[in-house]
């Protein structure tokens, strides 16, 4: 038995090894249910967990750039549409994204994946290019970015409190992860409408962006190769046994009256599989984000989908 860490979100899909009943073939292992953000970042910096949840975007332009101490198996424990995660003054005359050109926008990093994944829908659905706007950053970065078009335009500030400086006029607009603590009180969604906007978002492109993927140190990969396939299962069938207790009616999992309606309506726009694993049944959502990494200049050239992640099948049908 080879005895791991894993460091990954409490999510439930995550639930059966968060709580240790979901046993890992060939593992003994310790799960610590840490926050995403201190995960990436002692990961990424100190290399502190054997396995982690872990950024895409961080993981694919660190490859990218030739650091390889990591290999990720393709297993998503985070998928956002972000639509709503774009945010103006209540008071601004920018009423739609498109409006957006000569701005400045506040974001937290300029390589986190849901800003990638904001840029990327403005770009193919408002027609704001990254060239168009200034980019603020308002904390440190794990990856000190320098585009490669140096048209792009991205400012470091050093640690700031980017919804105040919207507040104050020295920003135009903010693109996160979060949801706004001043919501309601001073800043708006720029997409009230967010709910449809992503559903439209989703039917043309077939992309439920995902944010978060799961690493192994490559000195794992390497001396236990078997390792990959062992992971991949165990977090798959945690997913399933996530996906079996949320869809019961007997008694609700989750305090939401209308869960089941609500999955049931997903299902629909979305298929049967709402969060797949797997590179083949995300095929058009990793397609569409390695083009979008490519545009915003945070890859030399389009990344290639098969060399993100380490290959996983283990049967005669592709994963």
């Known amino acids: 038995m080879v005895e791991i860490t ?6 439930d899909r995550t639930a059966a090894l968060v709580n240790g009943t979901l046993p890992i073939e060939g593992v003994h292992y310790n799960y610590l249910p840490l926050t995403p953000a201190e995960i990436f970042w002692r990961q ?4 502190e967990f054997d396995v982690c949840e872990m950024s895409l975007s961080t993981y694919s332009v660190s490859l990218g750039l030739g650091d390889k101490r990591f290999c990720a198996i393709p297993v998503f424990p985070s998928r956002v549409f972000r639509h709503g995660n774009l945010y103006v003054r209540e008071d601004s005359d920018i009423q739609n994204p498109a409006q957006l050109k000569g701005r400045k926008i506040g974001v937290p990093e300029y390589e986190i994946t849901a800003v990638v994944w904001i840029r990327g829908f403005l770009s ?6 990254p060239q168009d ?4 950053v308002g904390r440190e970065e794990k990856i000190t970015i320098v585009p490669f078009n140096k048209s792009i335009k991205v400012i470091y500030k050093g640690a700031q409190d980017l919804e105040q400086l919207l507040l104050t ?3 135009d607009a903010v693109a996160t992860a979060v949801i706004s603590k001043k919501l309601g009180h001073g800043i708006k969604r720029l997409i009230p409408n967010y709910f449809e906007a992503e559903k ?18 490559k000195s794992l990969c390497e001396k236990y190769p078997w390792l990959i396939r062992s992971l991949y299962k165990a977090f798959v069938r945690a997913k399933e046994m996530g996906d079996a207790n949320m869809y019961r009616t007997n008694s609700l999992a989750y305090s939401i009256p209308w869960v089941i309606h609500d999955i049931e309506q997903t299902r629909e726009i979305m298929g049967e599989d709402i969060w797949p694993y797997g590179i083949e049944k995300n095929r058009d959502t990793l397609t569409t984000f390695v083009r979008y990494l ?9 990344l290639k989908i098969e060399d993100l992640f380490e290959p996983v099948q283990w049967t005669n049908q592709p994963v």
């Not at 894993?6 to 999510?11: H, P």
């Not at 193919?124 to 290019?129: E, I, M, W």
């Not at 439209?200 to 690493?215: C, G, L, R, S």
């Open 44 to 47: 990424y910096k100190y290399e």
């Open 124 to 129: 193919d659905s408002f027609g704001v290019k």
């Open 169 to 171: 006029g020295e920003l």
């Open 294 to 302: 490519e545009e915003q200049s945070l890859t030399k050239g389009r």
């Open 6 to 11: 894993i460091a990954c979100g409490d999510y």
């Open 200 to 217: 439209e978002y989703f039917k043309k492109t077939q992309a439920f962006p995902i944010m978060h993927t799961v690493v192994i140190k």
């Open 133 to 136: 706007v200034e980019w603020v």
